[in-house]
């Protein structure tokens, strides 16, 4: 029965096998990524939520509290959550579509796609981590220096 498959496997035109191979490699491609899309899309989504539910909490935070620099943290924590939501959408606009367009295409979209993902997590100690630890340490310094505030 194998030897029959190969057979025919073997007899059938080249332009036929190249289609094969090339159905194949769309689909092995595809199923390699599935994977790492949905951890960027889990990555993406709990980030986003935690902008979504830290912005209102540091803006009342910015009312309430009485030390001027925490207020000024933030609302600068307020900023950097946006600016966190943004940069996170804006590399999602590159996703390719899955088998839209032709092979060669949706190959060269799905590189652009990584690069951009690649260049994100090579950068994150600078746009998402020191940001974020500077304003924190400032927003919890903010009552230092105010006598009888701190017990």
């Known amino acids: 029965m194998e030897e029959e498959l190969i057979k025919?496997?073997?007899?059938?035109?080249n332009q036929e096998i190249l289609k094969f191979e090339k159905s194949r490699l769309m689909i092995d491609v595809q199923s390699s990524l599935d994977h790492f899309h949905k951890k960027v899309k889990y990555r993406d989504l709990s980030e986003q939520?935690?902008?979504?539910?830290?912005?209102?909490?540091?803006a009342y935070y910015a009312y309430s509290i009485p030390f001027i620099i925490s207020k000024v943290a933030s609302v600068l924590v307020i900023l950097w959550g946006i600016q966190v939501i943004i940069r996170l959408r804006n590399a999602k606009k590159n996703k390719p579509g899955a088998f839209t367009e032709t092979y060669m295409e949706y190959?060269?979209?799905t590189r652009e796609y990584l690069k951009i993902q690649k260049h994100m997590m090579d950068n994150v100690l600078y746009w998402y981590i020191l940001p974020a630890w500077a304003i924190l340490s400032m927003f919890l310094?903010?009552?230092?220096?105010?006598?009888?505030?701190?017990?």
């Not at 025919?8 to 035109?13: A, Y």
């Not at 939520?49 to 540091?58: A, K, N």
């Not at 310094?141 to 017990?151: E, F, H, R």
């Open 141 to 151: 310094l903010g009552p230092i220096g105010v006598p009888g505030k701190l017990q």
């Open 107 to 109: 190959l060269y979209k």
């Open 8 to 13: 025919i496997w073997q007899s059938s035109p």
């Open 49 to 58: 939520m935690g902008g979504v539910i830290g912005i209102p909490v540091f």
